[in-house]
Nanobody, 125 residues
Framework: QVQLVESGGGLVQPGGSLRLSCATSGFHLNSYAIAWFRQARGKEREGIACISPRSGPTYYRDSVKGRFTMSREQNTVHLQMDSMKPEDTAMYYC????????????????????WGKGTPVTVSL
């Protein structure tokens, strides 16, 4: 049974940092595309970062490129978020799929078979 459990969300000031984690189980992490999505209140969900399977490249949405870094460590995926802005406030979701092409992450809000329940992030003074 595939499971994705996010953690690490919380309140951070503008300019600060936060590290999200996604604990995975039930599948071979290295064989799946793993992505982070986010959805702000009243807005559509958007894909922000994706690691390709088998040590392939990582892709980022333009709005987070250079500030967010996604990494994979054994059965856990991390999203390091630096230089955070109020517009980063959202519910953040981890998702996995065996065939998703990560280069599309910037243009999609879905396409993944498995989802976590999310962790909330608030950037505010």
């Amino acid at each position: 049974q595939v499971q994705l459990v996010e953690s690490g969300g919380g309140l951070v000031q503008p300019g600060g940092s936060l590290r999200l984690s996604c604990a995975t189980s039930g599948f071979h992490l290295n064989s799946y595309a793993i992505a982070w999505f986010r959805q702000a209140r009243g807005k559509e969900r958007e894909g922000i970062a994706c690691i390709s399977p088998r040590s392939g490249p990582t892709y980022y949405r333009d709005s987070v490129k250079g500030r967010f870094t996604m990494s994979r460590e054994q059965n856990t995926v991390h999203l390091q978020m630096d230089s955070m802005k109020p517009e980063d406030t959202a519910m953040y979701y981890c998702a996995a799929d065996p065939t998703f092409a990560c280069e599309w992450i910037r243009n999609t809000n879905d396409g993944m078979d498995y989802w976590g329940k999310g962790t909330p992030v608030t950037v505010s003074l």
